[in-house]
């Protein structure tokens, strides 16, 4: 199937649905599966349960609304490189909130088009984010604009350094890079307004596109994490790379926020010379 | 003995009363967020805004608390103290979180406890309820001294906890970013790997009523302000949580506030006591 010939807007309406259909299930598992059960059976199995049954949901439909596609996703195929459109979708980002009942968790689902690039990641061509304990939806298709539940979102230009809020998440997988991830924080926290922590990175990176944070960073995070959330920030008129410039898929090292508050984090971070992981992405 | 009977029933129909207007003053408060625009937030110091609405909010809570319960003070985050009659005072933040509710975040707050201050003349009187009320997630809490806690009328309990490694635990940063930064950034990175996760949420009067709920597992803080905690004290001592400064002061006075079961408070008091060697010294703020 050729882009041109797609119907983005139905495509959209699709994927918005089968997410929102991910997340009822999450919400419904979470609720069925008490804390008492969860603390006999182990935290960590419910989890991989309730994760695993929702990419299925998210792999069947998605696999249905464009057939010949592939999936990437943390459960099922994280190395998933064939295909010529490649979904990479994260069933439940925020795990740990999930379980804890902080409502921040989401469902994330991107479309990338692989067809110019069968090696590395192609562009986005559609991504959504949901929120199911907050009932937002945020979308975006390529070239068409940002939205949350139907209105066109941006990210907030022109806010003097001070009054930016940032966001971040601390790299809990990445120990030994942690003496240089909280330099950078302090460095970050002394000039702007304040930094949250919600941990959700999707949700974090949709809360940049609609000016909610000005900015966001974090080391380590994986192509499912960022996929969605990077094209909805683009189209809502933000920025988005990887902490060397590149793409943010790639290493995951993500930095992103409007012109000015990318400007200040990566100036930052070129301060601190930080060296490259070897892994990368693809 | 009917002297305690009827106090206690004036209690609880003042609860019940002062839980509607916070109810009503939080429902407002984010009807209105719709409508606030940039040149409406007025910069106090860069972490710390104050927008219009906080004020308006405040005046809204003040005629209405100063109604129900006529002669009483008042001690708010936002306006000037009224002393009152010296019997009851209330503890008012109306809009604990603007940082949060200006950006759109969900974790905002509107927290208000009554003190019963008959015979006291200086320091603290006793909490005799707390109210946090949630108005994005439309959850009011509301504790009674000794008659437990409630979530929109549900009861709720702390529950068992968490294994530790599971645990959630939230934080606030402190105002000065010079030693006490350090300090706080010592204490982040030996938690890290020992607990789940650690969370910013941005609203302490929530972060308590959270950690009360089972929601967040602990909560730790410094430069706090009375109004930012009464009620949410009162919450996590009803639903058999462990409340306290790190030195055993009282949080009012100190700003320190360390939450959670006893197991999570025990541990974020050590890890405070190891990196601050020496408590701060006590005023009193009442």
Same mark, same amino acid.
């Given at each position: 199937?050729? =882009?041109e010939s797609m119907n983005w807007t139905d495509l959209l309406d699709k994927v918005c649905v089968l997410s929102q259909r991910a997340g009822d299930y999450l919400r419904a598992e979470r609720q069925r599966i008490g804390m008492d059960r969860i603390e006999v059976k182990?935290? =960590? +199995? &419910?989890?991989? +349960?309730? +994760?695993? =049954?929702?990419?299925?949901?998210?792999?069947? =439909?998605?696999?249905?609304?464009?057939p010949g596609s592939v999936v990437m996703g943390e459960e099922g195929s994280p190395h998933e490189r064939g295909g010529e459109w490649r979904w990479i979708v994260d069933p439940l980002d925020g795990t740990a909130n999930y379980l804890a009942g902080f409502p921040i968790w989401a469902v994330s689902v991107a479309l990338e088009d692989r067809r110019e690039h069968p090696d590395g990641f192609g562009p986005r061509a559609l991504g959504v984010v949901h929120l199911p304990m907050?009932?937002?939806?945020?979308?975006?298709v390529r070239g068409a604009g940002a939205f949350r539940n139907g209105s066109r979102i941006e990210v907030r230009d022109n806010l003097p350094v001070q009054s930016m809020l940032l966001a971040t998440g601390f790299p809990f997988r990445t120990r030994d890079q942690l003496s240089g991830y909280l330099e950078l924080f302090t460095r970050l926290y002394r000039q702007v307004g304040d930094v949250r922590r919600a941990g959700a990175a999707a949700a974090d990176l949709c809360w940049v596109a609609e000016g909610t944070y000005a900015g &966001? &960073?974090?080391m380590d995070l994986k192509p499912w994490d960022i996929a969605a959330g990077g094209l909805i920030i683009e189209e809502a008129g933000g920025v988005i790379s990887d902490w060397w410039g590149g793409d943010s898929l790639g290493t995951g090292w993500v930095v992103c926020g409007c012109r000015e508050a990318y400007d200040l984090q990566k100036r930052t971070i070129e301060e601190l010379d930080f060296s490259q992981p070897d892994r990368r992405w693809s | 003995m009917d002297d305690r009977i009827a106090y206690q029933a004036q209690l609880a129909r003042l609860a019940d009363a002062a839980s509607f207007v916070v109810r009503s003053v939080g429902r407002?408060?984010?009807?209105?967020?719709?409508?606030?625009?940039?040149?409406?937030?007025?910069?106090k110091q860069p972490g710390d805004f104050v927008t219009d609405r906080d004020r308006m909010a405040d005046k809204r809570l003040?005629?209405?608390?100063?109604?129900?319960?006529?002669?009483? $003070?008042?001690?708010s985050e936002e306006g000037k103290a009224i002393k009152g009659d010296g019997f009851w005072r209330w503890i008012v933040d109306p809009l604990d979180g603007t940082t949060n509710y200006l950006a759109g975040?969900?974790?905002?707050?509107?927290?208000?406890?009554?003190?019963?201050?008959?015979?006291?003349?200086? $320091?603290?009187?006793e909490l005799v309820f707390g109210i946090v009320y949630l108005p994005i997630l439309d959850r009011l809490y509301l504790a009674r001294k000794g008659h437990g806690a409630k979530c929109n009328g549900k009861p709720i309990q702390l529950g068992k906890p968490r294994l530790q490694r599971r645990s959630t635990i939230s934080h606030w940063w402190p105002m000065s970013t010079g030693k006490p930064m350090t300090g706080f950034l010592q204490i982040v990175d030996s938690l890290h790997g020992r607990v789940g996760g650690i969370r910013n949420v941005g609203s302490p009067a929530s972060e308590l009523a959270l950690v009360a709920h089972g929601e967040l597992d602990g909560f730790f803080a410094t430069d706090m302000e009375p109004a930012d905690l009464a009620a949410g004290i009162l919450l996590m001592q009803e639903t058999g949580g462990v409340v306290g400064d790190p030195w055993g002061r009282?949080?009012?006075?100190? $700003?320190?506030?360390?939450?959670?079961?006893?197991p999570v408070h025990e541990l974020l008091r050590k890890e405070i006591r190891d990196v601050f060697r020496s408590a701060p010294k006590k005023k009193d703020r009442s």
């Open positions: 199937m050729t =882009g182990g935290q =960590g +199995d &419910f989890v991989s +349960d309730a +994760d695993r =049954g929702a990419e299925e949901i998210l792999r069947e =439909g998605l696999l249905q609304i464009l907050m009932g937002i939806t945020w979308e975006a &966001f &960073f974090e | 407002w408060l984010r009807q209105e967020r719709e409508s606030i625009t940039e040149d409406v937030v007025e910069m003040r005629e209405e608390l100063l109604s129900i319960l006529p002669g009483s $003070g008042v001690l975040l969900p974790h905002w707050a509107v927290s208000v406890a009554l003190e019963d201050r008959n015979g006291i003349r200086s $320091g603290w009187g009282d949080p009012l006075d100190s $700003g320190w506030i360390i939450a959670g079961s006893e």
